[in-house]
């Protein structure tokens, strides 16, 4: 689990999330380890299933990014943080945020003025 802990942690430091990894199976293959281990890893330690963990930091960057650059179209966003489906990201950001992208920028646009 060690091994695995500090594949995870050059993954993240690599950004890894915006990789087009489409399998849990092929996760576990970058990551050297098997989609049993995979499992019972983020089970155990971190309490979400590896797709949940992972989306989650797609929209942690993606966040980021329309924030910092109001002109970014959230599609660019969406893409560059690696979600291959517009429409799958849009619904996501909206159950994750409570605000559509292009909602979230146009706020931290406003929030960054009043700055």
Same mark, same amino acid.
């Given at each position: 689990?060690? *091994? ?7 993954w %993240?430091? %690599?950004?890894?999330?915006?990789? #087009? &990894?489409?399998? &849990? ?8 380890? +098997? ?9 155990? *330690?971190?309490?979400? +299933? /590896?797709?949940?963990w *992972? ?17 970014? #179209? ?5 893409r560059?943080?690696?979600? =291959?489906?517009r =429409?799958? /990201?849009?619904? %996501? ?7 559509? #992208? ?6 931290? =646009?406003? +929030? %960054?003025? +009043?700055?």
């Amino acid at each position: 689990m060690e *091994r695995l802990e500090k594949a995870l942690q050059a993954w %993240q430091a %690599q950004e890894g999330w915006r990789e #087009p &990894v489409r399998t &849990v199976g092929e996760a576990a293959e970058l990551l050297g380890t +098997d989609t049993g281990t995979l499992h019972a890893y983020f089970r155990d *330690r971190i309490g979400l +299933d /590896f797709r949940t963990w *992972r989306t989650r930091l797609r929209l942690e960057d993606a966040k980021r990014m329309l924030a910092d650059n109001p002109h970014l #179209p959230p599609a660019e966003a969406a893409r560059l943080c690696g979600f =291959s489906n517009r =429409s799958n /990201f849009s619904r %996501q950001f909206l159950a994750y945020t409570g605000r559509t #992208p292009a909602q979230w920028q146009k706020a931290a =646009s406003i +929030d %960054q003025k +009043d700055n």
